[in-house]
């Protein structure tokens, strides 16, 4: 199946006791054993069945499914929100005395997961001074547990080199984590190019209509666990915290998700509600058809803000001229994605006239909803740093992002070229 239908039909097909067409949400916390062997069965793991919701859940299981085939991985685990789903990732396989390397720019709360949280518990972060390849495997060495990047940045809107990342990553037989969320499966995904874990905030574009959050941690079944088993000893040894399983025999390829799964969400418990999977699940189904407007949106926008009397730069990873583009380009093709930044001319204040003039773009810092979205980031999400560490940043005064939505086209540029009046004067 194509990716547009797999986003509509993976991983259910209708309920054989209702026959309900849409995927039933199943509120209920536990499900009923046959008896106490089948009881027994299930927490040997002899047979699979549902047991308990912080474990999983039928509706959750049906968005897991999609979202593995969409990827192309074998497995996936919903969770409560993106972070909860890159805390798992990283856990799951890091501990006390190891560290993950990172590429530099991440979005703001996994780059203070890595920088300032986990450092706290015996894992460090290291970051790279560049994108590049090289620069990443500087930092690695035996105690480093995976290499991550975003596919595409949160906010600078770079496009990380996967497959080169992933070389140099199995290189030095660690894992590729890859968050996947601004470009979607729909735009790019990972795994055909080496990653081994692709995760995901549904939040943005999955879901699509900024109501519900999601994470989703998807296995590619490709990572050689077994090849490490000094390394990885928590898949490849009896696990003391799940009835002494060892993950790689009892699972396989999926061995990875299996963990994150029986271990960090069992007994931590950042659950996706089973209301929020159906709801994310509706987000799914439509994401291609939305991805494409998005994209093409955002196109028009960047064109036209480059056009614009008022407009002193325009960071889009489609034109060709950026430094962005040999990379978008390489794993997006024509299809930039639809996160973008600009500068009004006359620094700060120009930038928050036009800010607040907005009327149809939404004034937020959320991103990949239906809306259009606009952030002053000098203001908001950076307000608290210098104006050195905000430049390091690439923040600059006069920066406005924008999450370009699906509305009609002209409505979207009308919005824009009112408020760029408004910051003349
Ligand atoms: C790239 C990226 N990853 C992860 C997250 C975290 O997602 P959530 O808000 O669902 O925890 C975000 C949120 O903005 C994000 O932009």
Known sequence: MKRETIAIHVGY???????????????????????????????????QGNIYTRIGNPTNTVLEKRVAALEGGVEALSVSSGMAAIHYALVNIAEMGNNIVSLPQLYGATYTLLAHILPKQGIAGRFAASDHPDDVEKLIDENTRAVYCESVGNPAGNVADIEGLAKVAHKHGVPLIVDNTVATPILLRPIEYGADVVVHSMTKFMGGHGTTL????????KFPWREYPEKFYMLNRPEIAYHGVVYVDQYGDAAFVARCRTVCQRNTGSTLAPLNGFLLLQGVETMA???????????????????????????????????LYPMAYRYLGSNACSLLTFGVKGGFAAGTKCFDALRLFKRMVNMGDAKSLACHPASTTHRQLTPEEQAKAGVTPEMLRL????????????DLGQALEHAKV
């Open 13 to 47: 097909d209708g309920d054989p006791t209702t026959k309900a067409v849409a995927v039933p949400i199943y509120q209920t916390i536990a499900f009923e054993f046959d008896s106490a062997e089948h009881g027994a069965a299930l927490f040997n793991l002899d047979v």
């Open 214 to 221: 999601g994470g989703m941690i998807v296995d590619s079944g």
């Open 289 to 323: 058809l939305r991805m494409e407007r998005h994209v093409s949106n955002a196109r028009k926008v960047a064109e036209y803000l480059r056009s614009h009397p008022m407009v002193a730069w325009v960071n889009y990873a489609g034109f060709p001229d950026s430094p």
């Open 403 to 414: 999450s370009v939505g699906i509305e009609h086209i002209d409505d979207i540029l009308d």
